[in-house]
């Protein structure tokens, strides 16, 4: 044999070998854990099939089979609630907290304040509503006779619409103070 061919049986195809001995065995291992699991949800299925007295006596089970589902999208979307109520209960805070940041043109506190205090009532309001829509729902789900409702969505977004409007004609009636970059034409 040449030295080349040696050289090659050798290194190279050992190199070879051990490239597809760790693919081949990366792949048996994925392949291994796929017939485990499906062995073991079969397992699963094959232990959960009652006799017919253990039928009888078993309590009757929940008519929602996705219950699970239902109940985490509804933490979902209470969390989501929360996050808006603290979104505005913030927005309020900073509202009434940027006139310490102005130079007050007139010695009365102005409306500002105002608007902050019913951006603080409506984040307020959003957290005791999305609280007591969370139980309601949770409540639904375990009945099984939940019905979606378009009355929370209109109602914060009609609130959502009257307090950015109040805010577009705050920022556009009050006057600018003298030491403002932007001029007043």
Same mark, same amino acid.
């Given at each position: 044999?040449?030295?080349?061919?040696? *050289?090659?049986?050798?290194? $190279?195809?050992?190199?070879?070998?051990?490239?597809?001995?760790?693919?081949?065995? *990366?792949?048996?291992?994925?392949?291994?854990?796929?017939?485990?699991?499906?062995?073991?949800?079969?397992?699963?299925?094959?232990?959960?099939?009652?006799?017919?007295?253990?039928?009888?006596?078993?309590?009757?089970?929940?008519?929602?089979?996705?219950?699970?589902?239902?109940?985490?999208?509804?933490?979902?979307?209470?969390?989501?609630?929360? $996050?808006?109520?603290?979104?505005?209960?913030?927005? @309020?805070?900073?509202?009434?907290?940027?006139?310490?940041?102005?130079?007050?043109?007139?010695?009365?506190?102005?409306?500002?304040?105002?608007?902050?205090?019913?951006?603080?009532?409506? @984040?307020? %309001?959003? %957290?005791?509503?999305?609280?007591?829509?969370?139980?309601?729902?949770? $409540?639904?789900?375990?009945?099984?006779?939940?019905?979606?409702?378009?009355?929370?969505?209109?109602?914060?977004?009609?609130?959502?619409?009257?307090?950015?409007?109040?805010?577009?004609? *705050?920022?556009?009636?009050?006057?600018?103070?003298?030491?403002?970059?932007?001029?007043?034409?």
């Amino acid at each position: 044999m040449s030295k080349q061919l040696k *050289y090659f049986l050798k290194v $190279r195809l050992s190199h070879k070998l051990q490239i597809f001995a760790k693919e081949f065995g *990366y792949y048996f291992r994925i392949f291994w854990r796929q017939i485990s699991l499906g062995l073991r949800v079969l397992l699963m299925q094959l232990e959960s099939k009652l006799t017919e007295e253990q039928k009888e006596t078993k309590k009757p089970g929940r008519l929602n089979p996705s219950r699970i589902r239902d109940h985490l999208a509804n933490e979902r979307t209470y969390l989501a609630w929360m $996050r808006t109520a603290i979104a505005l209960l913030g927005f @309020g805070v900073v509202i009434v907290r940027l006139r310490i940041f102005q130079i007050p043109l007139s010695p009365s506190p102005g409306n500002g304040w105002k608007l902050g205090l019913v951006f603080s009532l409506v @984040g307020l %309001v959003t %957290v005791w509503l999305s609280t007591a829509h969370y139980f309601s729902v949770r $409540r639904d789900i375990e009945d099984d006779t939940y019905e979606p409702t378009d009355r929370w969505v209109i109602l914060f977004s009609l609130a959502i619409m009257i307090l950015g409007s109040g805010v577009i004609y *705050y920022v556009f009636t009050t006057p600018l103070s003298p030491s403002s970059p932007i001029i007043p034409e």
